[in-house]
Nanobody, 117 residues
């Protein structure tokens, strides 16, 4: 299983970025896809999740600004981040949870998002 995250970068406060997570080796349409973020010295935190049943959930800190979506035909999940704030600066990781033949958790490599004030 591979999860390839991309789309991070440096942006000014108020700007936007779109992260992508391309998945291979899993039945993507049956997996819950999530985005997490981590800053040095802190625990990794959930940002948003898109379940295989079509529901979405967001951390309170990003509600109304971030949107998670997925393209099951392309095996790709996205995180559209608008109105970015300096406190959104972190390494962002994509995550997949497969519930076929047991629960399996997979992580992609991180992509750095830096928001300047």
């Amino acid at each position: 299983v591979q999860l390839q995250a991309s789309g991070g970068g440096l942006v000014q406060a108020g700007g936007s970025l779109r992260l992508s997570c391309a998945a291979s080796g899993i039945i993507f349409s049956r997996a819950d896809m999530g985005w997490y973020r981590q800053v040095p010295g802190k625990q990794r935190e959930l940002v948003a999740v898109s379940t295989s049943s079509g529901s979405t959930n967001y951390a309170d800190s990003v509600k109304g600004r971030f949107t998670i979506s997925r393209d099951n035909a392309e095996n790709t999940a996205f995180l559209q981040m608008n109105n970015l704030r300096p406190e959104d600066t972190a390494v962002y990781y994509c995550n997949a949870v497969s519930r076929i033949f047991g629960i399996k958790l997979y992580w992609g490599q991180g992509t750095q998002v830096t928001v300047s004030s």
